[in-house]
């Protein structure tokens, strides 16, 4: 009993290491998306993390001045509401007269002052300031309080940056460019995996150490060559079609390879059943492989789709910057200097930006584990 | 109706030389088993009738035909796979019909002959299943139903028992001997290194050991008269007992081979007995086996029900005449005078 209660040291570890892992990664998540719904004024005032507390806040109003006092009772007196004329709401927990001290005085209680003048002031605002004498002067008397404000979500971020800000446009562009640029390359490398796997083809093992050897290539080295090439043909320079065909080649050796090793891993007797069977290459292709391949096509399809989705560089590279053809990690990187110190637009700019990373990732993601194991486990 | 006939079969990868000018006439309509130890060539030597390993040189007839370089679905062929190889994302039916669509048959036709087999295979409820719902005995009938729809001529087994659980196993060898009862004109040619499937299915046995044909006999051919060293060895279990020296020399042959089934075991003294103490004794209920230790080497003797020797006695054993083999110094059969 005692043993199975005992914690050994490496899975002490792993299981910390696990839980550090997954607390770097969603506490800034939760931060982020906390903070897009919260209130502009909020976010500048206080942390994320506050989000659900009442937050008290010291402020300063000033009464009505003497002009509008009233006699009553042989007194002077000056009544009305602190949060008149201001969209404040809020309760007040104390106030005070002195700058020093905004909480002197407890909410609903009265403060005698000096010279005999009192000032009641109530948590909803309303005040009552009296004086044995008449008010002097032609300005109101400055009162400090705290108030305490309730949590407050809002949905104004989302609507401020998706109509005005250009992010539901540049959503839309982003989706233009990932979607056909993972569909493209998952065609033509499942076509290539399975020929480089099962078909009879001369230098077969040339090509495949070619495309291990393409995997290894930094991108950054093609995109010159690139480049020229396009703008020598002029169709493909600038447009969607240019960026689909560049986001291909760069995603296809790891495609041909990942699919390659899994329908390799394809048990050898299934396709040679399908050939006594009397089933031609393409037939075997599209009824036995395509089907039992379908955990490693969705996981390269996150791996595609995520990394052409937070692609920068050859968006800016091979795609214009016009606003119908601006991506949302070239629109976030010119709204973090044009509105660098708003951060209720950069919040939620950011989190429409990982919305559909983590919708991608979490409604396919037990293919991505399967997928990751490709090849290593036989008949995945 | 197809008859099979291998002249001068050669098969290697590169420099390996798997199977060596096998020569093979398979009638039409007959059950040939493949026998051999592991390695010895028989699942290669199917899967060149099959189409699925190319043929080095050689020719393969199928009906007179030379049909070396014919693909598999064109050789009227089925092959029912060691692992069955069932599509696992497919029905039962869509298994079945896969062959059939294919061919190009229409969706009608398809339907009636997939049910025929089914119902033939007791399979009917089971249609609509994926293979892992299916259990192994299951799972080898829709792998035979799919090579009985296809109306092949020919169907090649694969050690297609060896997945399946003993008991399963002596029942599935009934159904195939069953099959091949209702499918009389359909040659078959199974390939197994288990014996007793070898002995009670086959018309002829093919022995086979290092990509050559050791010898072609029905199974009591090779029983009774094997023609070498290696056949007199590999049949019949437990194996026959191979006695050189003296013994062999008064028999007039360099080897003699003895079945333990024939060898008169006793505890006194016998004529031109070999003498030997009791190693230990295997009492199996029906029969028991003896293992003698002798001049000659290690002796294995069978007795009917449980013997009455025990282990460390001196006893004396004496092949039952008209038992014995004779084989020359090359491992031939000498025919007895």
């Known amino acids: ?380 | 109706m197809a008859n099979i006939k291998l002249s001068n079969l050669n098969k290697s990868y590169g420099a390996v030389h798997i199977l060596k000018d096998v020569n093979l006439d398979i009638k039409s309509g007959e059950f040939i088993v493949f026998v051999g130890p592991s390695g010895c060539g028989k699942s290669t030597l199917l899967r060149s009738i099959c189409g699925l390993e190319a043929i080095s040189s050689g020719t393969l007839e199928i009906d007179g035909a030379v049909v070396n370089e014919v693909p598999p679905s064109k050789r009227g062929i089925a092959m029912v796979f060691q692992s069955y190889a069932l599509y696992p994302h497919m029905s039962v039916y869509e298994n079945i019909s896969f062959a059939l669509e294919n061919q190009g048959l229409d969706r009608a036709s398809i339907k009636q002959k997939v049910e025929k087999v089914a119902e033939m295979l007791q399979l009917t409820p089971y249609l609509t299943r994926l293979p892992k719902a299916l259990s192994g005995g299951q799972r080898q009938r829709v792998a035979i139903g799919r090579a009985i729809v296809r109306g092949a001529k020919v169907f090649l087994f694969d050690e297609p028992l060896s997945n399946l659980d003993a008991a399963l196993r002596v029942q599935t060898r009934m159904e195939i001997a069953k099959l091949k009862r209702a499918m009389p004109d359909t040659t078959m040619v199974y390939v197994t290194h288990d014996q007793v499937e070898a002995m009670t299915l086959a018309d002829r046995i093919v022995v086979l050991q290092a990509g050559r044909v050791e010898q072609v006999g029905t199974p009591m051919e090779l029983y009774e008269k094997p023609g070498n060293v290696f056949v007199a060895g590999f049949i019949g279990s437990p194996k026959m007992n191979f006695v050189t020296g003296d013994p062999a020399e008064r028999a007039g042959c360099k080897t003699l081979g003895i079945r333990p089934e024939h060898l008169e075991v006793s505890a006194s003294s016998l004529a031109d007995g070999i003498p030997g103490v009791v190693e230990y004794t295997e009492i199996l209920g029906s029969d028991s086996f003896v293992y003698v230790a002798t001049d000659y080497g290690m002796i294995t003797a069978r007795e009917n029900g449980r013997t009455a020797i025990s282990k460390g006695q001196k006893v004396w054993l004496k092949p039952v005449s008209g038992y014995v083999h004779r084989f020359d110094g090359n491992g031939k059969r000498l025919d007895t005078p």
């Open chain 1, 1 to 380: 009993m005692w043993q199975r209660i005992r914690l050994e040291p490496s899975r002490f570890f792993l299981h910390l290491a696990v839980l550090l892992i997954v607390a770097a990664w969603t506490l800034p998540t939760a931060g982020l998306l906390v903070s897009s719904l919260r209130d502009k004024d909020l976010i500048a005032t206080s942390g994320w993390w506050t989000a659900l507390t009442t937050t008290e806040r010291s402020e300063q109003a000033r009464m009505k001045p003497p002009a509008d006092q009233v006699q009553k009772d042989g007194h002077s007196e000056i009544s009305g509401n602190l949060f008149e004329g201001t969209d404040h709401a809020g309760q007040i927990s104390a106030f005070g007269t002195r700058v020093q001290n905004p909480a002197e005085f407890s909410a609903g209680a009265t403060a005698q002052l000096q010279d005999g003048r009192s000032l009641t002031v109530n948590s909803d605002g309303s005040y009552v300031y009296t004086s044995p004498t008449a008010f002097t002067g032609d300005r109101g008397q400055r009162v400090f309080f705290v108030t305490s404000v309730p949590p407050k979500f809002t949905t104004d971020n989302y609507r401020t940056v998706l109509f005005s800000e250009g992010i539901g446009r540049s959503f839309i562009n982003s989706l233009t460019v990932t979607i056909p640029a993972t569909i493209i390359p998952i065609l033509i490398a499942a076509f290539a995996a399975y020929a480089l796997a099962w078909m009879k083809l001369p230098a077969r093992g040339f090509i495949i150490a070619v495309i291990v050897g393409l995997l290894v290539v930094p991108l950054q080295m093609s995109l010159i060559p690139l480049l020229k090439i396009y703008n020598a043909t002029g169709f493909l320079s600038k447009t969607y079609l240019g960026i689909w065909l560049a986001h291909t080649g760069f995603g296809l050796p790891f495609a041909i390879y990942l699919l390659r090793s899994y329908i390799a891993g394809l048990p050898k007797d299934l396709i040679e059943s399908a050939q006594v069977d009397g089933a031609n290459d393409f037939k075997i292709f599209m009824r036995i492989i395509l089907p039992l391949s379908f955990p490693a096509l969705a996981s390269f399809a996150i791996f595609q789709f995520l990394w052409v989705w937070n692609d920068l560089l050859v968006a800016i590279v091979f795609l214009g910057s016009g606003n119908d053809q601006l991506v949302l990690t070239g629109r976030l990187n010119a709204l973090l200097g044009s509105r660098g110190g708003n951060w209720e637009i950069l919040t939620a700019s950011a989190f429409v930006t990982i919305i559909v990373p983590l919708v991608v990732f979490f409604s396919l993601q037990r293919y991505f584990v399967r997928g990751l194991l490709a090849g290593s486990v036989k008949g995945g």
